[in-house]
């Protein structure tokens, strides 16, 4: 019996030592570099009350029943069970209308962002950032374009641009009520998404295009890149992959979490018909509404994993060997 424990003691042994010996290695690293951690230290309080614990709470709350008044009642996995089974809103309007959503603004709008870098990109310096600013300017507007400008353009009256348009034109007859009709709302919802999916990513994008270098091009002719067309897939896309990478990010967190648009389109916390509908409206709806919190937080989880796998799909396009 001693005989049969001794090697297995032998090899237990050495582990502990060890494992000391790398916290040790782990602790004096961070002595070593307390002082640049004193400057991450700003950004790292602010992830973690901001970021980290959030999320904990929400995936914790997610396994209870809570009105955030009372106290709370864990219920294990029932909120998920009824979220596939039960919730015909999430199933048949939240989850459709948010995949076709993203579906067509995502890369849609990641798409018109790249071609409008590259457009002005192309143009003199000298008027450049007049071009930039212009196609920035209605994300910086956000909401408060959204009211004035696109509420105007879709009013169901007879003064609104559109309608006023079509009559003047004869090709309708009677004012047609744009935002209120289910059968337009998320086709509008998605033509002022792409308007304003010109935000960050697409300045990260202009930068990116500044960073090639320009003998590459030179290169490419030599070796039988005959077309611009050839240029940006074999060397402008592959040399600002970094950038390219961050705007898919950006793209995807901003379509995610664009169910604000339906409301400030309608005026309404729900839409007609639940036609404009997306996951994030339904979050909204469960827990500042019907004060349900542990079956939002359930929500808001499933909409974590959904941005996650987007968020690997990303990386799979644009990450480096490293990063994956």
Not at 49 to 62: D, E, H, N, Q, Y
Not at 159 to 182: A, T
Request: aromatic residues 16%.
């Amino acid at each position: 019996m001693n005989t049969q424990l001794a090697p297995s003691l032998e090899r237990t042994k050495p582990k502990s030592p060890a494992i000391r010996a790398k916290w040790n290695r782990f602790w004096r690293e961070i002595r070593r570099d307390a002082f640049c951690y004193l400057f991450l230290a700003p950004f790292l309080i602010c992830f973690l009350l901001f970021i980290v614990i959030p999320v904990v709470m929400a995936a914790t709350l997610g396994f209870t029943s809570y009105d955030g008044f009372g106290s709370l009642h864990f219920i294990g996995v029932a909120n998920y069970i009824s979220l596939f089974t039960q919730d015909i809103v999430f199933l048949t309007k939240a989850i459709p209308n948010t995949f076709l959503f993203a579906l067509i603004v995502g890369p849609g709008g990641y798409i018109l962002a790249f071609v409008f870098a590259w457009l002005i990109h192309q143009l003199p310096i000298r008027i450049r950032d007049y071009y930039t600013l212009a196609f920035y300017a209605p994300s910086m507007a956000g909401g408060v374009a959204l009211s004035v400008v696109w509420i105007a353009a879709f009013s169901g009256d007879r003064v609104g641009y559109f309608n006023n348009f079509l009559l003047g034109m004869g090709w309708i007859d009677s004012p047609v009520i744009w935002l209120q009709d289910p059968k337009y709302l998320l086709n509008i919802m998605i033509i002022v998404s792409l308007w304003v999916s010109f935000s960050v990513g697409f300045l990260a994008m202009l930068a990116g295009l500044q960073t090639v270098n320009r003998e590459l091009y030179e290169a490419g002719r030599i070796d039988g890149i005959s077309s611009r067309l050839q240029e940006v897939f074999y060397i402008t896309i592959p040399s600002m992959k970094p950038q390219m990478l961050f705007s898919a990010v950006m793209s995807i967190v901003g379509t995610l979490k664009a169910g604000g648009i339906s409301t400030q389109l309608t005026g309404m916390a729900i839409t007609p018909s639940y036609s404009g509908h997306l996951i994030i409206n339904h979050i909204d709806d469960y827990a500042f509404i019907r004060f349900e919190l542990g079956y939002a937080s359930a929500v808001s989880v499933m909409l974590l994993i959904f941005s996650y796998f987007a968020m690997r799909f990303a990386y799979r396009l644009f990450g480096s060997k490293e990063e994956l």
